[in-house]
């Protein structure tokens, strides 16, 4: 759950400061997790996975909810949900790369 809720809080912050566009804010998320710009294929996967949640999501808006609102910290209140949703599953799957998980 606490991953779950950070993965949600950096896409907030993906919304709210990377950009009116999917491509802005994938490059600005990923930019500052990894310290380098996405590249085109990393751009198209994430993209991919933004339209498969979002469809998925727009099909079952209870589990988009249930979603967005694991944890604590507040839920953005402007936020579309489906779309904060879809964007949450991008943010995990950055945080999840190899190159921003330390492993001993």
Excluded: D
């Excluded at 491509?23 to 310290?35: K, L």
């Excluded at 590249?39 to 727009?58: D, I, M, N, P, W």
Aim: glycine share 6%.
């Amino acid at each position: 759950p606490v991953f779950v809720e950070a993965a949600r809080v950096f896409a907030q912050n993906m919304v709210t400061s990377g950009g009116a566009t999917l491509n802005a804010r994938v490059n600005w998320a990923f930019q500052r997790a990894t310290g380098r710009a996405a590249t085109a294929a990393e751009q198209k996967v994430l993209a991919g996975l933004y339209q498969s949640g979002l469809t998925r999501f727009q099909a079952n808006p209870k589990e988009a909810a249930e979603l967005i609102h694991s944890g604590e910290a507040p839920v953005l209140k402007t936020a579309n949900v489906n779309e904060l949703a879809a964007t949450t599953l991008v943010a995990r799957a950055i945080l999840n790369l190899h190159e921003t998980v330390t492993r001993n």
